[in-house]
């Protein structure tokens, strides 16, 4: 079955804008950071955001892969 662009569209669209809501919680504010593998910064809100973005997305659609900057590709 072909997948449905526009569906597919509106779910990232909705995931983005609850994303960058969420980021932007974290605007101004102290947070936690860390260093990472190559001596990049990732931060509690990079963390937040990475967890938000795969719930909505791995559960809407399972069978997608998940590749991300944060945490191991699935």
Known sequence: MA????ADLALLTAAALAAGA???????????????DGNSIVGEADMAVDRLLADILRAARPDYG????????T
């Open 22 to 36: 969420l980021a932007l919680g974290f605007f101004g504010r102290d947070q936690r950071t860390w260093m990472k």
């Open 66 to 73: 998940w590749l991300s900057e944060e945490t191991a590709d």
């Open 3 to 6: 997948p449905d662009r526009a």
